[in-house]
């Protein structure tokens, strides 16, 4: 009878243990979804300029950080474009749920993906090219090469 109870209990702890690493997996996955936590590098977006200027050179790489990259003419903007047709704040990309998003926060002359002025924000797909001012980028995933 007193090993019933033994084996009982540690059935008992058993379950409580399989419980608590589910609850930790399930934040951890939620975390993962609101970019809070990152799941891998490869959700990380990538955006190397096809046609630059001075300040940001063809070739140059942009990695899109999970709090998100703002462009503009403005020395606020985390990517300063010296460009008479970028606005102050021109554009803004986030990541959200392993996806990157750009939307136009109010330019003047517009943002343009694929040749098309956009309104609402949109979720980039690899090789995308997004026109901001007379800068052209084109998207891609974030691979570290110094690896």
């Known amino acids: 009878m007193q090993i019933l109870l033994v084996v009982g209990r540690i059935l008992f702890i058993a379950l409580i243990y399989l419980l608590l690493i589910r609850i930790i997996t399930v934040l951890l996955a939620d975390l993962g979804t609101k970019g809070i936590f990152p799941k891998t590098q490869s959700d990380i977006g990538c955006l190397e300029v096809i046609s630059g200027s001075e300040m940001l050179p063809k070739g140059r790489k942009i990695?899109?950080?999970?709090?998100?990259?703002?462009?503009?003419?403005?020395?606020?903007?985390?990517?300063?474009?010296?460009?008479?047709?970028?606005?102050?704040?021109?554009?803004?990309?986030?990541?959200?749920?392993?996806?990157?998003?750009?939307?136009?926060?109010?330019?003047?002359?517009?943002?343009?993906?694929?040749?098309?002025?956009?309104?609402?924000?949109?979720?980039?797909?690899?090789?995308?090219?997004?026109?901001?001012?007379?800068?052209?980028?084109?998207?891609?995933?974030?691979?570290?090469?110094s690896l």
């Open 63 to 145: 990695k899109i950080e999970y709090q998100g990259v703002r462009i503009g003419r403005g020395k606020q903007n985390d990517i300063i474009v010296n460009d008479h047709y970028c606005s102050l704040d021109h554009a803004e990309f986030r990541q959200r749920k392993g996806a990157t998003f750009v939307e136009d926060i109010g330019s003047t002359n517009g943002t343009w993906v694929n040749g098309e002025k956009i309104n609402t924000p949109i979720q980039l797909a690899v090789g995308d090219f997004i026109k901001i001012g007379s800068i052209t980028f084109q998207y891609s995933r974030w691979r570290n090469e």
